[in-house]
């Protein structure tokens, strides 16, 4: 027994110690945020403050320093995402993730993204002469010196990631990455091609696939007639049905897409200061750590504070002493795809106008985890890479290759100078010369300045199309007939300056014409747009505190209208056929629009507008299409119509021989609806409040599965807002009665030229991704309630009230 005894004790002890070794050995993972630190390649010395949320005050004594600590600390706290994204824009995820990412990393690499790139670099990378340049090249160094001196992330020892220094290839890497707006085309163009092929155009009517008549426009200075949104679907051919593949692999990405956002800026005339408001936040998908990292640079002729992309130098959006810059998305189609002709007797050919053409052809060697080399060719014709071997249902279905046409492909790639521009702006002409170096993504671009100037200007390389094309379907790509036929200059894409009405928006809703023209796209329904002029034309005395209100505004007039139409349309014995319904049916008919987290309302709603839909739509999409079809814009901007329409042919079930009609459908849904929720949250309709079903987690990419979950991860927590209001906390509907946000402000900023040095914002969890840090989720609750931090400018401030010092000294050369 005493020989068992101290066994047990020796085993304890050993178990004791390991965790405590353990625990020790990920003490020493955390960021530096105080101490002296020497590095090769300074200039002069710099120092970096850090506030109570983590984030980096840099002061240095020339620009180059200032970048070179910013790559430095980035890293510290950012390394793996960097890598993340880095290896997303090479295709090179299989290396480290094993076997199941090889179809992932085929797709990426099929893309170009690489070679482009490389082609970028080439071009405005392979000297320090400009500096824009050598920011960046200081940017990498510092991060390089992170990789060769610093702490080894834990992510890059549980996953075994070798550490690669960073090079300008990567910036461009990286900015590759942001051009994932396709996506929206590859989920919604085959639901429209399935419906019009099935069943005709009378069905087609009823789906929004474009810009709804009536809906509201975001206003431009050149208002002229409005051309035809998109010619007649028959003058063309289809796409492939049901895209799921390359839906679900987006999806999975271990770094998050971008998706939307809202952005204002309000004129001096509409303010109570007589300065401008500017009001920003980036929709992207939630994931840990969030994707924006503040810094705040301060440096002879610089000073500047932004939110960066992690792995490139300069802010995308921020404000200096001058100007403020915010982002949303244009959501224009930047995206074709061609059907070639092949040739017969040769593969490798393809028919180009009145000849066969040699397509470029690459291979490509997949690095594997755990497995041997994946080896594959690209073909490449004059629109762009075949995707036959890349996306199944195209290679499933398509004898002849199918290639895609991509903007970013087409122009140089000169974000980093654009955003070299937008971070060192004097002027609003510097802004308007930068945004018209973007060819894609299609962004908007939201400006303010210290003078009292706003504007918004869509930041896009705009092909001229025949008018007979239609962009969500098929192209001839033999004969040239649906190639484009140009380019607009910058100056005809749609702008607006000190505009009349005082102020200008984005809420990722259609512009409004210019010089004739309308633009197709996937632009979100009007709900949010006409939401934020709605508020804002109603006053002109607007402060911090009230844009507080606005950007976290959770009030949807639009679903309103919409459940007091379909509770007016129930059949009343199942309005009234037990006191849950009679409740349930009172309170939604109530209803302000509000999705506050003790409110009931949205958690009835939701719920309804998915069993209507499902009731609805599923038997003509059948279980997959349907699926797909709820996460895209396409559903947001059809239900709201489809709803006030009780003449679809939607409605009735083609299944059945009964004709099912909306009421019939609305009653139905309705009846379901509280019967789940009375079995999903008891029977009290009270305590059916949206906080119990409305939760949030930011999920790490270690974090996916358990027990890492539970290391990485951060939520769930319960969180106000809802789909397509301004606190745009997005999910999919789903029949199981919760409501993940899986997207929404990626952080919120509010700017006060009249307080430059005390601007606002919040990040969705922290500044930092190291699991260690203190500011890994230090802003999480902050984020889910609505909240504020400072955006601190003022040195005597900074230092007064800082958590850390980290000072970087050059390293002093002998001489001998």
């Given at each position: 027994?005493?020989?068992?005894?101290?066994?047990?004790l020796?085993?304890?002890?050993?178990?004791?110690?390991?965790?405590?070794?353990?625990?020790?050995?990920?003490?020493?993972?955390?960021?530096?945020?105080s101490?002296e630190?020497?590095?090769?390649?300074?200039?002069?010395?710099?120092?970096?403050?850090?506030?109570?949320?983590?984030?980096?005050?840099?002061?240095?004594?020339?620009?180059?320093?200032?970048?070179?600590?910013?790559?430095y600390?980035?890293?510290?706290?950012?390394?793996f995402?960097?890598?993340?994204?880095?290896?997303?824009?090479?295709?090179?995820?299989?290396?480290?993730?094993?076997?199941?990412?090889?179809?992932?990393?085929?797709?990426?690499?099929?893309?170009?993204?690489?070679?482009?790139?490389?082609?970028?670099?080439?071009?405005?990378?392979?000297?320090?002469?400009?500096?824009?340049?050598?920011d960046?090249?200081?940017?990498?160094?510092?991060?390089n010196?992170?990789?060769?001196?610093g702490?080894?992330?834990?992510?890059?020892?549980?996953?075994?990631?070798?550490?690669?220094?960073?090079?300008?290839?990567?910036?461009?890497?990286?900015?590759?990455?942001?051009?994932?707006?396709?996506?929206l085309?590859?989920?919604?163009?085959?639901?429209?091609?399935?419906?019009?092929?099935?069943?005709?155009?009378?069905?087609?009517?009823?789906?929004?696939?474009?810009?709804?008549?009536?809906?509201?426009?975001?206003?431009?200075?050149?208002?002229?007639?409005?051309m035809?949104?998109?010619?007649?679907?028959?003058?063309?051919?289809?796409?492939?049905?049901?895209?799921?593949?390359?839906?679900?692999?987006?999806?999975?990405?271990?770094v998050?897409?971008?998706?939307?956002?809202?952005?204002?800026?309000?004129?001096?005339?509409?303010?109570?200061?007589?300065?401008?408001?500017?009001?920003?936040d980036?929709?992207?998908?939630?994931?840990?750590?969030?994707?924006?990292y503040?810094?705040?640079l301060?440096?002879?002729?610089?000073?500047?504070?932004?939110?960066?992309?992690?792995?490139?130098?300069?802010?995308?959006?921020?404000?200096?002493?001058?100007?403020?810059?915010g982002?949303?998305?244009?959501?224009?189609?930047?995206i074709?795809?061609?059907?070639?002709?092949?040739?017969?007797?040769?593969?490798?050919?393809?028919?180009a106008n009145?000849?066969?053409?040699?397509?470029?052809?690459?291979?490509e060697?997949?690095?594997?985890?755990?497995?041997?080399?994946?080896?594959?060719?690209?073909?490449?014709?004059?629109?762009?890479?075949?995707?036959?071997?890349?996306?199944?249902?195209i290679?499933?279905?398509?004898?002849?290759?199918?290639?895609?046409?991509?903007?970013?492909?087409k122009?140089?790639?000169?974000?980093?100078?654009?955003?070299?521009?937008?971070?060192?702006?004097?002027?609003?002409?510097d802004?308007?010369?930068?945004?018209?170096?973007?060819?894609a993504?299609?962004?908007?671009?939201?400006?303010?300045?210290?003078?009292?100037?706003?504007?918004?200007?869509?930041?896009?390389?705009?092909?001229?199309?025949?008018?007979?094309?239609?962009?969500?379907?098929?192209?001839?790509?033999?004969?040239?007939?649906?190639?484009?036929l140009?380019w607009?200059?910058?100056?005809?894409?749609?702008?607006?300056?000190?505009?009349?009405?005082?102020?200008?928006?984005?809420?990722?809703?259609?512009?409004?014409?210019?010089?004739?023209?309308?633009?197709?796209?996937?632009?979100?329904?009007?709900?949010?747009?006409?939401?934020?002029?709605?508020?804002?034309?109603?006053?002109?005395?607007?402060?911090?505190?009230?844009?507080?209100?606005?950007?976290?505004?959770?009030?949807?007039?639009?679903?309103v209208?919409?459940?007091?139409?379909?509770?007016?349309?129930?059949?009343?014995?199942?309005?009234s056929?037990?006191?849950?319904?009679?409740?349930?049916?009172?309170?939604?008919?109530?209803?302000?629009?509000?999705?506050?987290?003790?409110?009931?309302?949205?958690?009835?709603?939701?719920?309804?507008?998915?069993?209507?839909?499902?009731?609805t739509?599923?038997?003509?999409l059948?279980?997959?299409?349907?699926?797909?079809?709820?996460?895209?814009?396409?559903?947001?901007?059809?239900?709201?119509i489809?709803?006030?329409?009780?003449?679809?042919?939607?409605?009735?079930?083609?299944?059945?021989?009964?004709?099912?009609?909306?009421d019939?459908?609305?009653?139905?849904?309705?009846?379901?609806?509280?019967?789940?929720?009375?079995?999903?949250?008891?029977?009290?309709?009270?305590?059916?409040?949206?906080?119990?079903?409305?939760?949030?987690?930011?999920v790490?990419?270690?974090?996916?599965?358990?027990?890492?979950?539970?290391?990485?991860?951060?939520?769930?927590?319960?969180?106000?807002?809802g789909?397509?209001?301004?606190?745009?906390?997005?999910?999919?509907?789903?029949?199981?009665?919760?409501?993940?946000?899986?997207?929404?402000p990626?952080?919120?900023?509010?700017?006060?030229?009249?307080?430059?040095?005390?601007?606002?914002?919040?990040?969705?969890?922290?500044?930092?991704?190291?699991?260690?840090?203190?500011?890994?989720?230090?802003?999480?609750?902050?984020?889910?309630?609505?909240?504020?931090?400072?955006?601190?400018?003022?040195?005597?401030?900074?230092?007064?009230?800082?958590?850390?010092?980290?000072?970087?000294?050059?390293?002093?050369?002998?001489?001998?």
């Open positions: 027994m005493k020989l068992f005894k101290k066994s047990l020796f085993l304890l002890a050993i178990v004791v110690l390991a965790v405590l070794g353990v625990f020790i050995y990920l003490q020493t993972l955390k960021p530096q945020y101490g630190i020497t590095m090769k390649g300074l200039k002069d010395g710099v120092e970096v403050f850090y506030d109570d949320y983590g984030i980096p005050h840099i002061y240095a004594q020339n620009e180059e320093d200032a970048y070179y600590a910013l790559g600390v980035h890293a510290q706290d950012r390394l995402q960097m890598e993340m994204m880095r290896r997303v824009g090479a295709g090179r995820l299989a290396d480290i993730l094993g076997p199941d990412l090889v179809q992932t990393d085929k797709f990426l690499r099929t893309l170009g993204i690489a070679q482009k790139a490389e082609e970028a670099v080439e071009m405005y990378m392979s000297s320090d002469t400009a500096a824009y340049q050598r960046a090249l200081a940017y990498l160094s510092g991060i010196h992170f990789i060769e001196n702490k080894t992330p834990l992510e890059f020892t549980l996953i075994g990631i070798p550490k690669e220094k960073f090079t300008p290839k990567d910036i461009y890497l990286i900015v590759g990455y942001m051009g994932f707006s396709f996506a085309a590859l989920r919604t163009d085959p639901i429209v091609e399935k419906v019009y092929k099935q069943y005709g155009t009378d069905y087609l009517k009823d789906l929004a696939h474009d810009w709804p008549a009536g809906w509201e426009r975001i206003p431009t200075q050149k208002k002229d007639s409005v035809e949104l998109s010619p007649p679907y028959e003058e063309q051919d289809a796409l492939p049905s049901a895209m799921e593949g390359v839906s679900a692999m987006l999806d999975n990405l271990p998050p897409l971008w998706l939307g956002s809202n952005g204002w800026v309000v004129a001096p005339k509409k303010t109570k200061s007589g300065k401008v408001l500017f009001c920003n980036t929709h992207i998908r939630y994931g840990q750590p969030s994707v924006w503040e810094a705040h301060e440096a002879p002729g610089l000073s500047v504070y932004g939110n960066h992309l992690g792995g490139f130098p300069f802010p995308f959006t921020g404000h200096n002493r001058f100007a403020a810059i982002l949303t998305m244009f959501e224009n189609d930047d074709d795809l061609y059907r070639e002709k092949k040739n017969p007797e040769n593969p490798n050919q393809y028919w009145d000849q066969w053409e040699e397509m470029k052809i690459r291979e060697v997949i690095k594997v985890k755990g497995g041997e080399d994946v080896r594959f060719e690209v073909r490449t014709t004059r629109h762009g890479p075949v995707m036959n071997e890349v996306i199944p249902e290679y499933q279905r398509e004898k002849e290759p199918v290639s895609m046409w991509w903007i970013y492909d122009f140089p790639v000169k974000i980093l100078q654009a955003a070299y521009k937008f971070s060192h702006a004097k002027s609003i002409a802004v308007r010369t930068a945004s018209s170096m973007v060819a993504p299609g962004l908007n671009v939201m400006y303010g300045d210290i003078e009292g100037n706003i504007a918004w200007w869509t930041a896009a390389k705009l092909p001229i199309r025949p008018e007979h094309v239609n962009g969500k379907l098929f192209l001839d790509g033999a004969s040239g007939k649906d190639d484009p140009g607009l200059d910058f100056e005809q894409n749609p702008q607006s300056e000190n505009p009349e009405s005082g102020f200008v928006y984005s809420a990722n809703n259609q512009p409004d014409t210019m010089g004739g023209m309308v633009h197709q796209g996937y632009y979100v329904p009007e709900h949010r747009a006409k939401r934020i002029m709605e508020l804002l034309n109603n006053e002109n005395d607007w402060d911090t505190e009230k844009m507080k209100g606005i950007i976290t505004d959770m009030v949807s007039n639009d679903y209208e919409l459940a007091k139409q379909v509770i007016s349309n129930l059949d009343e014995n199942t309005r056929s037990s006191e849950t319904h009679v409740k349930a049916a009172a309170i939604l008919n109530n209803w302000d629009g509000d999705h506050q987290l003790d409110d009931v309302a949205p958690t009835i709603w939701y719920k309804l507008l998915y069993n209507i839909l499902e009731m739509l599923r038997d003509e059948g279980e997959a299409d349907f699926n797909t079809f709820l996460s895209t814009h396409l559903m947001k901007r059809t239900f709201p489809l709803l006030k329409n009780d003449s679809s042919l939607w409605w009735d079930d083609v299944n059945t021989e009964e004709k099912e009609t909306r019939f459908i609305f009653t139905k849904a309705f009846d379901r609806a509280v019967s789940e929720l009375s079995r999903q949250l008891g029977g009290n309709v009270g305590e059916w409040k949206w906080g119990k079903v409305h939760t949030i987690e930011h790490h990419p270690i974090g996916r599965k358990p027990p890492l979950d539970k290391v990485f991860n951060v939520g769930p927590i319960p969180i106000m807002g789909n397509e209001v301004i606190n745009n906390t997005g999910f999919t509907l789903t029949g199981d009665g919760s409501y993940k946000a899986l997207y929404g990626a952080m919120r900023r509010i700017i006060d030229f009249a307080d430059l040095e005390n601007s606002l914002s919040v990040l969705p969890t922290g500044q930092s991704g190291n699991v260690m840090s203190d500011h890994y989720a230090d802003q999480a609750e902050m984020y889910a309630k609505g909240e504020f931090r400072k955006q601190m400018m003022n040195r005597e401030e900074i230092e007064k009230t800082a958590k850390g010092k980290l000072v970087f000294n050059p390293e002093l050369e002998f001489q001998h």
